[in-house]
């Protein structure tokens, strides 16, 4: 399925965000999520199913000045 993530199309197979996040290389990193502007939360990641045409958002904490 096409979706798209922080701005990119990509290509997945993914069933769900926690699937994609493990995917992406960021499975246990503590990150922010959203699918179509709708927050998700890291307890609903792993039933968070998703479909084509979604958009996701992963956000990480930066430190810094």
Do not use: C
């Not at 699918?35 to 939360?41: K, L, Q, R, T």
């Amino acid at each position: 399925m096409k979706i798209i993530v922080n701005g990119e199309a990509h290509e997945i197979g993914a069933p769900t965000l926690a699937a994609l996040l493990d995917d992406l290389g960021k499975g246990e990193a503590k990150v922010a999520t959203s699918v179509n502007e709708a927050f998700v939360s890291k307890q609903q990641r792993a039933d968070h199913a998703l479909q084509d045409g979604d958009r996701v958002e992963i956000i990480a904490p930066r430190q810094g000045g």
